[in-house]
């Protein structure tokens, strides 16, 4: 049949089964958005405050529901205003594909009004990025974009078309999507190491990572872990791969772990990753990390194996396959002492804190015992972030988004919006500081144009908390632009953009406030007041070995 280019772009998403588009038009991509209007019984398009907002939600949306997020933006700075919610989706390996539109092929290169290379200014924050020129190449890019951002290690994918191409006229032929494959990469001799290793451990450690949620390999992980009778920590982007209420979960490993995660790994004699990268918030001096362990890396990204630490055995492969092939080798494991020492740390060092006042970790016990851990969690970042990961208590995939990669502030209230689409019936409550919240607030216009039942935590110390909190341990005590003790009522912001809101200053305020807002059934906004120098604790000094983590009582010792 024929079709216009702009036809094209929705056929091919109806093709990959997309039925939300997150987006702000502007003059290039008016074919693409007439288009959509067309169809809008069958693809939903939500129309952020922000571009950016556009990109974080459909980060939100595919961390969520495991699909593939769209946005869409027109040609200048809609399509730069991408680049920060692109670039957070590259770096937590989130798959996404951006269409973007630019001025007619005849413009392009001549400084024309609001044309911008966005496909070179994204190469570095891609898998891939494709600018199409001819009528005859759209359908076949959009197709190898979805195709590229779901394979392998998933990521964003950058599409940017001209905008005579998507008004051309053009021969199109459904297609039914190919079916994903899962694969391994390595040898029989690669196994058998692997499996030695493990049966000669005394002391296995597993090591979680992101890719157990991306590969959806929760029940592989969960499976491995009983056979080898380990301990299993993870990172900030595991979170919910493995029960956090699981006698063998230790909590986070990291700058802002558990010391019982931190040591244990630092005592191993043989660390397991699985799906992780060895970022450098987690490992800290790479000369020191596990240096008492053997280490086993089994990733999906070959680029990662030895970049950041040598390893001893690796497995290239998805690593719900992958699993599914080892777990079948293994013999199940004792390691009595080991699990027993594990405990035993766990009960020496728990997270503690003030529980005599309104404070962030009183937040999140609180919100897990409300929504009975049932609730999916977004967040910016800083304290609040690792407090989120710290205190709530996440038991499934999928249900905690954070930037972590990039570190994006502003990020969470947009992939808020974006799960709760994706998922509906899923409770869905973004926790947020007062200088994140600042960045995109602006989208609870769009939360309250479609009545998206969010709920906005807004953890208000008045000051940018992470940031203060280094300024106080390493900077002595110099408050370089850190305090925004101002004016802005976010209660009265929030009700301006449409949206209820409560102020909560005493802890007992707290559980009726969330509770009305779960019932409203609409967006709502709860600031909580809590002090401006309250810390995250544990913590290990950058660059410094993990075993050096400290917290408040430690300092108090000094």
Known sequence: MQLTGSEIVIECLKEQGVDTVFGYPGGTILNIYDALYKHSDEIRHILTSHEQGAAHAADGYARATGKVGVCMATSGPGATNLVTGIATAFMDSVPMVAI????????????????????????????HSFIVKSIGDLAPTLRRAFDIATSGRPGPVLVDITKDVTAAVCEYTPQKPREKERKAFYSPEQMDRTVEYINESQKPFIYLGGGAILSEASAEVAEFAELIDAPV???????????????????????????????????????????????????????????????????????????????????????????????KRLQKREHREWMEQIRRMKETY?????????????????????????????????????????????????????????????????????????????????????????????????????????????????????????????????????????????????????????????????????????????????????????????????????ADVFDGDDLRKE
Not at 477 to 502: H, I, M, P
Request: aromatic content about 6%; proline content about 5%; glycine content about 8%.
């Open 233 to 327: 920590c993870d990172t900030l982007m595991a979170k919910g791969a493995f029960d956090g209420t699981s006698p063998r979960y230790t909590g986070m490993i990291g700058m802002h772990g558990t010391k019982t995660s931190n040591l244990g790994v630092s005592q191993c004699d043989l660390l397991i990753a699985l799906g992780a990268r060895f970022s450098d918030r987690v490992i800290g001096n790479p000369q020191k990390f596990a240096e008492n362990a053997k280490i086993i890396h089994i990733d999906i990204d070959a680029a990662e194996i030895n970049k950041n630490i040598r390893v001893d055995a690796s497995l290239t492969g998805d690593l719900k396959l992958v699993l599914t092939q080892l777990n």
């Open 100 to 127: 973007t539109a630019n001025v007619n092929l005849p413009m392009l290169g001549k400084d024309s009004f609001q044309e911008v290379d966005i496909a070179g200014v994204t190469i570095p924050i891609t898998k």
């Open 350 to 546: 728990p997270l503690k804190y003030d529980s005599t006042r309104l404070s962030c970790p009183y937040v999140m016990e609180t919100i897990d015992r409300v929504t009975n851990g049932e609730a999916l969690i977004t967040t910016d970042v800083g304290q609040h972030q690792m407090w989120a990961a710290q205190y709530y208590r996440y038991t499934k995939p999928r249900t905690f988004l954070s930037s972590g990669g990039l570190g994006t502030m502003g990020y969470g209230l947009g992939a808020c919006i974006g799960a709760q689409v994706g998922r509906p019936d899923q409770l869905c409550i973004n926790i947020a500081g007062d200088g994140c919240f600042r960045m995109n607030m602006n989208e609870l216009a769009t939360a309250s144009r479609y009545n998206i039942p969010i709920i906005q935590v807004v953890i208000n110390n008045h000051v940018l908390g992470m940031v203060r909190q280094w300024q106080t341990l390493f900077y002595g005590k110099r408050y370089s632009q850190t305090v925004l003790n101002d004016s802005v009522d976010f209660c009265k912001v929030a009700e301006g953009l449409g949206c209820a809101a409560v102020r909560v200053t005493e802890k007992e305020e707290l559980e009726p406030a969330l509770r009305k807002a779960i019932d409203k059934k609409a967006p709502v906004v709860i600031e909580c007041v809590i002090p401006e120098d309250d810390k995250v604790f544990p913590m290990v000094p950058a660059g410094a070995p993990i």
